[in-house]
Structures are given as C-alpha cells and as structure tokens.
C-alpha cells in the first residue's frame, strides 16, 4: 500500500533512461517503476530530474545574515573580513542567531537542501550559544532537513585556551563532529592535533577549514591526510576550502589528490567565499583561488561544493542555491564538458552524502522518502542552467513547492 507517488520522475541510471514512478511508503521508498498502479495521492514532476534531496557539506548558520550590523570593508586590499565578526560577536544571544539561522535555514531548504552539516563557533565571547540555537532549529525543522552541528573553533586554540574548554563543553552536548581553523592559530599542527585527539575521544567526524590562502608555500593538508591514516579516520575526514593548492601545477595537484584519496580525506570547495575574500593583494590579474573539484575527483578523492557563508563580510550576498554554486564553480574553473558538469552536480548531491557519513541517501527502494524535483532533464543541465527546484519531498511527504514560471502572451 502507498501513500504517495512522485510520478514522471526522471531519475538518472533507471532503466532505459525514461521516466518513473516513485512510490511512498510509511516514510520510505517502496517502489520505483513505470506507471505505478496506485490510488495515492501524486505530484506529477513531468518529466524533471528527480534526485536525493540536495547535501549542503559546509555553511555558517550561525554568523549569516551580520552584514547589516558590521563595519563596512575598510579597503579592498585590506577587507578586515575576520576583524569585523569578532567586532560584534559580543552581540549574538541564543535568540539573536536562532533568528538569523532560521531565515537562512528556511532558504536552504527551499532550494532543495534536505541535509546540512552546519560549522557553528564557540569561539568567545559566544561559546555555545550557536549550539544551543542550532540544537532548537534541528529538532524543530527535522520534518525537512536532517541538520547535522559540527562544534567548530574560527580563532585558534593553541591561542585561546578558554576556546578548547568551550570546544570540549559543546561536544559533550552531543555534536556529531569537530571542526578547527589552524590558519588563524599560532600553532597550527597543535591545533589540527587537539582536532583529532578530541574527535577520536568523542568518537566523531572531522571537518577542519584547512589552507586557506593563495600562496602554497605552507600548507597543512598533508599533516592531515597523515592523521587520518594514523588514526584510521579515512572517510571520516573533510577539509574545507584548501585553496592554496590552486597555485600549484597541475602535476602537484594531482599528487595531493591522490595522497588524500589514499587517505580517504575529502575536500570542501567553497566558491563563493574564496573567489570574494582571496587574491585581495592583487589589482589586476587576480587569481582564482579556487580548487580544481573535478581534478581532485578525477584522481579518486572524493569532494563536494558548499555555500559557506551567507550575508556576512566572508560572503555579503547569496541565496542558499547549491546548484548555484555548483554553476559558479563550473564558470569559473571553465568546466564545460557533460560528463564534469554531471560530476559537479554530484558534489551537491551523492558525493556530499557520502562526505557526511550518509548511509541512507538516494532514489532507492527502502532508503528514506527524501527527493527533489529538478526544472532540468539531466544532472548536467542542472547545473549549466542553474536550473530551479519545483518541489522537494522528506520523510515522504511534500516540504516545498515552487511554480514554474510562466509567460503571459497577448491574445
């Protein structure tokens, strides 16, 4: 017995390539076929790719949607990014970022997003306030989102011991990974250490915003990728951004795909906020900054495509689309070929599932009743078109509806 059917779904590698009826059952998939028969109630998606619901791997919650209350940029040169949160975190309550997280939230779901691992800071003076707002929003949205709170420290440890207590303290509240920032410490291999001592004592995934930056000649990636054979954390390890790599020659970068492929060590590629805060020391000529997805997935590690920030001096604008920044990668690293764009589409999607440790992602029978519908006929098109979502399903029933546009011509 169903209780509900997506119908005309077309859904990549199903038989023949044509559309398909998807059948609900008690909150999963129970069938995947042709012309269900079934006295159900039904959305017709006509024709539109339909897919898991979309995976967002790395977003701030809890400091979006600031920009309004910071500095503005001193200079271009000299854009004080980090400075100006720290300026007024003083004035986040719980209540003040659970307001904000809520607005941003809501957008991700609406765009398709079903499942978040969210970087929340405890840095101080906030300590676990985010966590705390984060815990309400998860239990009150979960008819839509799976959200998943990574107790993450921005400005070091090695230099801020009340931040490791306040790391700790959150932990203990039940997070379900660690994240860190050596980048902003005065000891970055103690810092990436303390990450890994504390998420192998929690028993919990690691998730680290590691190289930063647009000059190679320090990196902490392989420091990682060694951690994480030591310990062995593969698949259970992600570094986010890690744009100094996009300096390197192609030979190199392979190497290191290679080596955090070996390691099961995942990459976060955040478009948005690196083509905005980097290569800031350069007037003309200005470099990119952004790793190549497609070839560290092409050598076998495994990466996915992020929003990061949302309306804050890392990022003052953005929609919460990741098909949208799977686009922009795709512009800006020039990736035109199908079989690539069907790749990056994967990197907001499968991919991102398997970065979170999701076991039960995807269109199949018995995983959980979570899809959304697509305005495309392919993965591919999808992102060459940053194609909207019209609808979007969890724990089988209908969360979001979003009519196509229509022209109204003269009669």
């Given amino acids: 017995m169903l209780d509900y059917v997506i119908r005309n779904a077309r859904v990549p590698g199903a038989a023949n390539g044509g559309n398909v009826d998807i059948g609900f059952s008690k909150g999963r998939i129970a069938a995947i076929e042709p012309k269900l028969v079934a006295d159900s109630p039904s959305y017709d998606a006509r024709g539109c790719l339909c897919c898991g619901g979309l995976v967002e791997t790395h977003i701030h919650l809890d400091k979006s949607r600031i920009v309004d209350r910071c500095a503005p940029e001193p200079s271009r040169s000299d854009p004080s990014h980090m400075k100006r949160v720290q300026a007024v975190k003083s004035t986040f309550t719980a209540e003040d970022i659970y307001n904000r997280a809520k607005v941003t939230l809501e957008n991700c779901i609406k765009h398709g997003t079903t499942r978040i691992r969210t970087h929340v800071e405890i840095d101080p003076p906030v300590g676990t306030k985010g966590v705390e707002a984060l815990t309400m929003l998860q239990k009150e949205y979960a008819w ?13 440890l090695a230099n801020m011991p009340e931040t490791d207590k306040a790391l700790v303290q959150a932990l203990k509240m039940g997070r379900t990974s660690i994240g860190g920032a050596p ?73 290191i795909a290679k080596r955090l492929a ?22 003309y000529d200005v470099p990119r900054c952004i790793t190549d997805a497609n070839l560290f997935a092409e050598q076998g590690c495994n990466c996915s495509i992020s929003t990061n920030n949302i309306l804050n001096p890392f990022t ?22 199908p079989d690539r764009l069907t790749e990056l589409f994967s990197m907001v ?49 209908q969360t979001v509806s979003r009519p196509r546009a229509e022209l109204h011509r003269p009669q």
């Fill in 144 to 156: 839509a989102v799976d959200l998943e709170i990574c107790a993450f420290a921005q400005e070091g």
């Fill in 183 to 255: 980048n902003y410490d005065t000891d970055h291999p103690a810092h990436i250490n303390r990450v890994f001592e504390l998420a192998r004592e929690y028993d919990i995934h690691v998730d680290m915003h590691i190289d930063s930056g647009h000059d190679p000649a320090t990196m902490d990636n392989m420091l990682v990728a060694d951690l994480a054979e030591k310990y062995k954390y593969g698949g259970r390890v992600a570094m986010g951004h890690m744009t100094k790599v996009a300096a390197l020659p192609p030979a190199k970068q392979k190497d």
């Fill in 262 to 283: 070996d390691a099961g060590v995942a990459v976060t590629v955040l478009p948005a906020t690196d083509l905005f805060v980097l290569a800031r020391h350069k007037d």
């Fill in 316 to 337: 003052p604008f953005g929609d919460c689309s990741l098909i949208r920044m799977a686009n922009m990668h795709a512009n800006v690293l020039q990736v035109g070929q």
């Fill in 349 to 397: 999607s499968d991919r991102s599932a398997r970065l979170i440790n999701a076991k039960d992602y995807g269109i199949k029978v018995g995983n959980p009743a979570e899809v959304a519908v697509i305005d495309a006929q392919s993965p591919a098109e999808a992102v060459a078109i940053n194609a909207p979502v019209l609808a979007v399903f969890k724990r089988g029933r």
